[in-house]
C-alpha cells in the first residue's frame, strides 16, 4: 500500500526503510515508511538517521552524498563499534564512584538515542539487563536530580500552568502524525525523590524507553510528556540553572484545570492514544485515576502497575510456602508507606483476597497493618484520606493482637509475626537489623520481605541484610535491581526485582492492541495473573519470584496477549486498525506476537 501512496505523493516524497533488525523471538517485520526530509535534515533527525548506515542508493535518493564518510558501514558494524566505547567507558571508570560512573554511561546512551534511534534501540533490546539500570531505575533519578545541568536538546513535550488555553494548539507542534502511548508525569513524586518539577521528564522518558525495548512499540509513535505546575522545591526554586517554572505549584482547582486541558487536547488530537500517568503525588494520582478512568484509555502506573506487580510477587510467596493460592486470604500482611504505591498494592491484594473467598462462600478479616511516616494508622487516627482509611485497623477483643496507634514498624512485626513484610515508603534503611531479626519469627517458614522502594538509595534494607538477618529460607524483593548474595555452599539468595516494569509495557500493549476504551480492573488483574503464573514451581522454590529482566520482551507479549483478552471478555475491545473486536477474540497468542511485531516495531 505504501507504493501507491508514494506514487501519488509529490516527488520530494522518498521511501526510506528504518526499522531495525529483527529482534530475537519477536523478530519483526521491516515496515517500510515515507520520508519527506532530505539532506543534513535527515542526519539530524534521530528517528531517520542511519550515519554511516546509508547504502550509497539512499545517500543518492535522500539527496545525502558527501554530506558523510565515504566508507558505508553496516549496521552490525555500527554496532559493535557502539558496544566496544560502551564496555571501554566501564573499564576506563572502574573504580569511580557509582554516580560518576552511572551517569557516563547515561550520557553515552542518551548522546546514541539523540543521534540514531535505530541503533539505540537495537543496543538496548539486545543488552536489556545490563541497559535498564542506566536508562531506568537507579540511574533514571540521579538524571532527574540533575537534569537542567545535564539538558542538552529537548525530548518529549512539556505543557505548564502559562500554556492554559493553548494546548489544543501546542498538540499539533508535536512533528509525528500518530501517537499510540504517552507517559506524563507532574514532577511532584519522582521515584523516592520527592518533587523535582520539570526535571521529572526523565521519567516518562525511561519508561517509553521500555515501552520501545519491552513492548515493541514504534518509537516514532511514543510521547513523553510534562506538566509544569510548578515546583515546591526550594533547592531548584532557587537554582539559576533550574529550567522549569520558578513559582509554588498549583494547587485544587487550578491544577486540574491544566490536567483537564491537557487531557482533552491529547484525547481530540489522538483519541486512541493510551495515556500512562506516572509519579504523581498521592492525592493527584487518585484523583486523577478516578477522574479520568472512565474517560479516557489511561492508567495511573504507581498505583496500578505497581498493584499487579506485588501481587504477583505475595502469590509468590504464597507458592514458596509449599501452600496452595487460596492461603493468600489468610496471609498477614505488614506494608510500610500508605502512598500511591502502597494503597494501590493494599487495594488490589484485598480485592483478590475478597475473590478468592467468594469462591468458597468464606467470611475474610482484615489481612492488612499499614504504616506511614507517623506508624501503625489506627482508627483513631484523624483527618484520613478516604483510601487509607479502608486499611485502618480496629482495637477490641477482635483485633489479635492490639496494638496502639502510631506502633513503630518493630513493634508491629514483632506482635503481627507477618507472612510478608513490604516497603513503598520511599525511605532508604527501615527495614533496619532489629525489624529484620524480628521478621524472623514471622508466621512464614518463608518470610517476604519486599524492599520495593527506588532509587537503589530508598531501597528499606539490602538483600545482605535480609538474607544475614532473617536468614537463607527468607525471600527478597526489590525496586531497583540489587546482586544476588553468595550463602557459601554453593547456595544463592536471590534478589528478585519487582518494579512495575514488568507490567506496564503489557498494560499498555494490551489496550492499544485491543483497541479498548477504557483500562477495566479485570485487564489489570488479568496481567497481573499472567505475571504471577510465568514463574515455574522449581524457580519459587529457589526464591525467584520474578522473571529476569532480560526476558521482558517475552513477558511483555504475554502480558499484552492476556490484557487483550480481558478486553475482548469485557467487551470493552474495538479492535486496533484493520483487526476488528470479533477477530480479535478468536486470535491465539502467536497470532497476537505476530501483530505486536509486524504492526509497530
Ligand atoms: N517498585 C516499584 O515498582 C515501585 C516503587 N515505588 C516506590 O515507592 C515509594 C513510594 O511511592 P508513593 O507511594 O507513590 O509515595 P507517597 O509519597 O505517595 O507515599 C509514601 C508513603 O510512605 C510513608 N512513609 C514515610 N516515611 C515512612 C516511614 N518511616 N515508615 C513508614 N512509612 C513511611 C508516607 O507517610 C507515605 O504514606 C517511592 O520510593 C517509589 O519509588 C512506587 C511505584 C512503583
Ligand atoms: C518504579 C516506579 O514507577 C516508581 O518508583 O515510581
Ligand atoms: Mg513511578
Redesign the pocket.
Known sequence: MWRSVARRSSQVRRLLSTSAPPAGPLATVPAPCIVQKRGNDILNDPWYNKDTAFPLTERDRLGLRGLLPPRVMSFEQQYERFINSYRSLEKNTRGEPDSIVALAKWRILNRLHDRNETLYFRVLIDNIKDLAPVIY?PTVGLVCENYSGLFRRPRGMYFTAKDKGEMMSMIYNWPQEKVDMIVVTDGSRI?GLGDLGVQGIGIPIGKLDLYVAAAGINPQKVLPVIIDVGTNNEKLLEDNLYLGLRQPRLEGEEYMAVVDEFMEAVHARWPQAVVQF??FQMKWAFETLERYRNRFCMFN??VQG?AGVALAGLLGAVRAQGRPLHDFTSQKIVVAGAGSAGIGVLSMAKQEMSRMLAKTGEEGHNQFWVLDKNGLITKDRKDLDPAVANFARGHGPNEIPDLHEGASLVEVVRKVKPHVLLGLSGVGGIFNEEVLKAMKESDSPRPAIFAMS?PTTKAECTPEDVFKHVGENAIFAS?SPFSNVSLGNGKTGYANQA??MYLFPGIGLGALLSGARHISDDMLQAGAECLASYITDDEIQKGILFPEVSSIRHITARVGAAVVRAAVAEDLAEGCRTVGPKELGSMSEVLYYAEINFTFV
Do not use: A, I, P, V
Request: aromatic share 0%; glycine share 10%; net charge negative.
Open positions: 531505575t521515584l506516572e509519579d502506573d504507581d505497581t527506588n525496586g518494579n512495575n
